[in-house]
């Protein structure tokens, strides 16, 4: 089987690195345009892994952690944040939500796969 | 990375310009709702972002002061004054410059980054300065570097969870496995802590590890891999060689990391840990005096969802798509030619079906070139910029405002449309809108107004641009044509007549060649970008109060309604849009005048016949007299004209078959067509045809007398 990653991002540019990059190292790749959709999209792609954008129009990323940690799903799927805003209380914040860790933006493949590795032990 | 992947980026970034744009027109507009604000944010920020993956560095440098000063806007640091929003929008062209450069080469104007960066730090704390953004960041400490020849170390790790860490997520076995990677590891689990059964907190943390890894990697690649717990463990890590030092080390580590949520920073690496500058240190601004109302508490807006599904196509499929679709309504024409033909006594069931296959076969037609309708939004929010470059060279001020934006027109049509929108705008604001202070001697607001529309009008779009400035000077114009040979000296013009002479070759009223709209083009030039679409250029005019220029186009450029004709036994196509009437002429409504030019007399109004064979050379103006069919047509300067031809067949929808790179420039002829019978047709261009004409050439120096025939 294999990892199965969700990706929600508002940028058409970073999803397709992330898409690039996650497939040829051998993730399944699922992705969302926004906050929103990428809640309503996770019970149906039941994803291994959820990397989110911290900026987006609808749902932000802060949302996105806030709602799959909450009641309703309750999950603790492992959630990283992928964020240019690496000041210290951006990820701070980010973990008081329940975030499981983060990528910096602009990432490489490496760091990128590395930090997936941290969450879900897949050796990709 | 990968071409493609940086294609898209330039592609989105493309929209996010737009978005920008729009969102900073909606500002300038007075609009200042947090989400608009919000969404320029959010432009600005995902072009920072993508540009830092592809390295960038002058993008993303820009980018981040941009982002930066409007995050203080966002935040409601910094006030919406108009200063800042002009400054903001050249910013904003700077930065589509900033894209255009980033996938094109070349480079921008250094200078002009300058000031712009210097006017945007204007509005940053000092000690933003200190916070470099660094593009090239790529995750810092936690890239774990191969080191080859560093020799093996043994590290003593002790990682205690916090119960905290199991909200997020993190599960100690992946560190391990991560850990793993590095070298050889030993895991040994300490249970130590557990207490009884009885007395252990379900979301309590009671296990501990001992780890041993031997390994190559540094220090820091160790602490990377433990880079998401920080701070929701007990950890240290000691390596062998520094044994001595074990004990100091475990005490300030599990003072830097032992206790969650503590605010004081462990020592970590990372580049970007500088202090937050918007939060840490409030601003004064130099505009802080004028209190301006900047938040709405109209959140509804922010509960919108986002745009509709949409697919991103080729654009090549497209257009294979309609290139199968005009064969499809050609060979309709050419099935419905052939059942006509067949002897068959009751076809009435096939004329039937015939017909519903014609109507899908529209149906699929106006589908198509749906797909390919695009609203002309993007072009027009493009020119508020140039308005904008222009008045500031021109030391003017105008600003445009735009309607209909939402009219869908064919993406060929948009792309082509630029040029000559940015010619007739620079025009406007060049020589239509007058300086500041003269327009307060004339009574009108300082500010010039150039109101950019479109808008669909029986099957063709209309896009008119009109200015409240002084007008066209005719007088003036008149004189230049004179002087220039364009007209003789004591031509008789009406207005209009003299309006349109702008739009003749080797026109142009610029007194000295300004660096604007003076660049050796001239109107004519705009004239011919727009015939080549198949549209029509007008120019009206009142002297005082502006100009309006008013461009018409089809809806399409590959199929449309056509009258089909015959002319000396050619079969031949007339764009339906052109005519006005078609009538059967009799001898007592010819009128000769002059040697060969004659005239068609309808209810009392005298139009000069335009003799189609004879414009086409097909036919000696001299030989038959004029056949019977009169088509009248109006020009784009509202003249009319009667064009002759033998007969009308039908009216049908023809595809376009462009005529480019098969032969040269025909006069007259505009396109060919393939009719239902397989034949070629020649889609005649009434304009130039009438202009050959000998008939209104008399007719135009003559019209005053005619008129007194008329009368």
Redesign the interface.
Same mark, same amino acid.
């Given at each position: 089987m294999k990892t199965k990653v969700l990706a929600i991002d508002?940028?058409?540019?970073?999803r397709?690195?992330l898409a690039?990059t996650l497939e040829e190292a051998g993730f399944e790749y699922h992705c969302a !345009?926004?906050g929103?959709?990428g809640v309503d999209m996770y019970d149906d792609v039941a994803p291994d892994v959820v990397i989110t954008d911290i900026?987006?129009?609808?749902l932000d990323g802060f949302g996105v952690i806030e709602e799959l940690?909450g009641d309703g799903i309750n999950s603790? !799927?492992?959630?990283l944040v992928l964020t240019?805003e690496?000041?210290?209380?951006?990820k701070?914040r980010a973990?008081d939500a329940?975030?499981?860790?983060?990528?910096?933006?602009?990432?490489?493949d490496?760091?990128?796969i590395?930090?997936l590795?941290? !969450?879900?032990?897949a !050796?990709a | 990375m990968s071409g493609s992947i940086q294609d898209t980026f330039f592609e989105e970034c493309e929209e996010l310009l737009e978005a920008m744009d729009e969102g900073l027109t909606a500002i300038e507009g007075g609009d200042h709702d947090p989400e608009v604000v919000n969404a320029v944010f959010r432009a600005v920020h995902s072009i920072k972002g993508g540009a830092g993956a592809f390295g960038l560095d002058e993008l993303v440098a820009f980018a981040h002061k941009f982002e930066t000063v409007f995050d203080e806007v966002r935040s409601n640091k910094l006030e919406l004054d108009t200063k800042l929003i002009q400054l903001l929008l050249r910013c904003s062209d700077h930065l589509a410059d900033l894209v255009t450069v980033s996938r094109d080469g070349g480079s921008v104007d250094e200078e002009h980054n300058d000031v712009l960066i210097a006017g945007l730090e204007e509005y940053l704390d000092e000690e933003e300065e200190d916070l470099t953004f660094e593009p090239m960041g790529l995750g810092g400490p936690s890239v774990p570097l191969p080191l080859a020849a560093e020799e093996e170390k043994s590290y003593e790790i002790r990682f205690r969870p916090l119960k905290e860490m199991f909200g997020t997520g993190n599960e100690p076995f992946f560190l391990f496995q991560a850990l793993s990677e590095l070298g050889t590891l030993e895991v040994v689990l300490d249970e130590t802590e557990l207490p009884g059964f009885d007395a252990m907190a379900m979301d309590d943390s009671y296990l501990a590890w001992n780890l041993t890894l031997t390994t190559t990697e540094p220090k820091s690649a160790v602490e990377a891999v433990f880079e998401f717990v920080e701070g929701l463990c007990e950890l240290s890590i000691a390596s062998d060689k520094d044994a001595e030092e074990e004990a100091a080390a475990l005490a300030a580590l599990n003072a830097a990391f032992g206790v969650p949520g503590d605010s004081a920073e462990p020592e970590t690496p990372a580049p970007f840990d500088a202090p937050a500058p918007a939060e840490a240190t409030p601003m004064a601004t130099p505009q802080a005096t004028e209190k301006v109302e900047t938040v709405k508490p109209e959140s509804n807006k922010s509960e919108q969802r986002g745009p509709k599904p949409t697919l991103r196509v080729d654009l090549e499929r497209v257009d294979r798509l309609i290139n199968a679709v005009g064969e499809l309504i050609i060979n309709h024409s050419m099935l419905a030619q052939q059942i006509a033909n067949l002897d068959v006594a009751d076809l009435r069931d096939v004329e039937t079906e015939l017909e519903g296959f014609k109507n899908l076969a529209r149906d699929i037609q106006e589908g198509v070139m749906s797909i390919r309708a695009q609203p002309v939004k993007p072009l027009f929010q493009r020119m508020a910029r140039i308005v904008r470059e222009a008045s500031s060279a021109t030391e003017k001020t105008a600003k445009l405002i735009t309607e209909g934006e939402n009219t869908e027109v064919d993406k060929t049509v948009i792309e082509r449309l630029s040029d000559p929108l940015t010619h007739i705008l620079r025009n406007a604001v060049d020589h239509g809108i007058e300086k500041p202070e003269d327009r307060e001697a004339a009574g009108k607001n300082r500010t010039g107004e150039i109101r950019l529309s479109a808008s669909h009008r029986s099957g063709s779009v209309c896009i008119e641009i009109k200015d409240n400035g002084a007008g066209i000077n005719r007088p003036r114009v008149k004189q230049i044509a004179i002087e220039k040979g364009l007209i003789p000296e004591n031509a008789d013009l009406t207005d209009a007549e003299i309006d349109n002479l702008l739009f003749l070759p080797g026109f142009s009223t610029a007194k000295e060649v300004s660096n604007l709209s003076g660049r050796g083009v001239g109107m004519d030039v705009v004239k011919n970008a727009v015939t080549a679409l198949g549209g029509r250029i007008n120019v009206s005019s009142t002297p005082g109060k502006g100009s309006t220029f008013t461009i018409i186009l089809p809806l399409t450029l590959a199929v449309m309604d056509g009258m089909v004709v015959s002319v000396a036994d050619q079969t031949m196509v007339v764009p339906i849009t052109s005519i006005i009437e078609t009538m059967r002429g009799s001898d007592d409504m010819i009128n000769s005048l002059g040697a060969d030019g004659t005239l068609l007399s309808i209810r009392g109004n005298f139009v000069p016949i335009c003799d189609v064979a004879g414009a086409l050379g097909l036919r000696k103006p001299e030989g038959d007299k004029p056949p019977g069919v009169y088509l009248l047509v109006e020009t784009e300067t509202g003249q009319r004209s009667a064009l002759a031809v033998d007969d009308i067949h039908d009216q049908r929808q023809v595809v376009i078959k462009s005529l480019d790179g098969v032969c040269g420039n025909i006069p007259g002829v505009a396109a060919a067509t393939i009719l239902g019978d397989g034949k070629i047709a020649m889609i005649l261009d009434s304009e130039s045809i009438i202009a050959a004409s000998p008939t209104s050439a008399t007719f135009d120096s003559d019209r005053r007398m005619s008129n007194a025939i008329a009368s």
């Open positions: 508002d940028s058409r540019t970073i397709n690195l690039a !345009v926004d929103r959709e900026n987006m129009p609808n940690r603790k !799927v492992p959630i240019t690496s000041a210290p209380e951006m701070a973990r329940g975030a499981t860790g983060w990528i910096t933006k602009p990432f490489d490496q760091s990128l590395f930090a590795k941290r !969450v879900t032990g !050796v | -």
